[in-house]
């Protein structure tokens, strides 16, 4: 049986997080018993966190990571890294927001002799026409730099054999924002077996999202300048 690690970040989502943790934790049923749900909390200014608490009491597979970074980035940075070393052969990474189906997670996890990383492909997005250009941007300029092609480089619904993660995951430094963009780059770089599938993008259901659009031009204008930087140590 596959040891899977589902892993997500999560900030100021008391109205989201308990609907979206209980809907994906069904998905350990019928994977090693080793198998865990694990949400990355620190920096939650609400009640996030004690919801957590509560609903791990009685669901034994879901861990809580409280000692990381607030942001989004190196929160998924530490959830990786803590999957490897807890002996994941699988990690499968979403949001805590409720944009994602876990219906749709078994389309992927049946891919997953085939395929070292199978990513999703939101064809049609909900939250907003700013966002969809974002990433057809983002889209752009890794092929650009890279030389690669991907439809989706930063869905936050992705299953990953978690040796192909390690072989990457020690170029990011602990603070980095937008792993998710390189991890999928590397992917096609050095052309592990990848597959994009469509999957459905829901519009947030409650909370406010933390990323507003100053931000986001910001960590962009910064990340032309990280993609110079790994395009160096790339061969």
């Given amino acids: 049986m596959d040891t899977l690690y589902i892993v997500m970040p999560a900030y100021n989502e008391e109205a989201n997080i308990l609907g979206v943790i209980d809907s994906w934790y069904g998905i350990l049923e019928g994977k090693s018993p080793e198998s865990r749900l694990v949400v990355a909390d620190a920096g939650s200014q609400d009640a996030t966190h004690n919801i957590l608490l509560r609903f791990q009491k009685t669901h034994p597979q879901l861990e809580i990571l409280e000692k990381t970074d607030r942001q989004h980035g190196p929160k998924v940075i530490a959830l990786y890294d803590y999957a490897i070393k807890n002996g994941a052969d699988y990690i499968f990474q979403t949001d805590s927001d409720g944009q994602t189906n876990p219906k749709e997670f078994s389309a992927f996890w049946e891919e997953r002799r085939d395929f070292d990383g199978v990513f999703g492909n939101r064809t049609e997005r909900g939250d907003g026409k700013f966002r969809s250009f974002t990433e057809k941007v983002v889209c752009f300029l890794l092929r650009l730099y890279f030389k690669v092609k991907v439809p989706d480089a930063n869905a936050p619904f992705r299953l990953m054999k978690a040796s192909v993660v390690e072989k990457y995951l020690s ?46 031009i910001k960590i962009g204008f910064k990340a032309l300048g990280d993609f110079r930087r790994f395009k160096k140590g790339m061969k």
């Avoid at 963009?181 to 096609?188: A, L, V």
């Fill in 171 to 216: 170029r990011f430094d602990k603070d980095y924002n937008l792993p998710n963009i390189m991890m999928t780059t590397f992917f096609s770089y050095y052309k592990e077996r990848t597959l994009f599938k469509e999957i459905s993008f829901k519009p947030r259901r409650a909370g406010k999202n933390s990323v507003n659009i100053p931000r986001i």
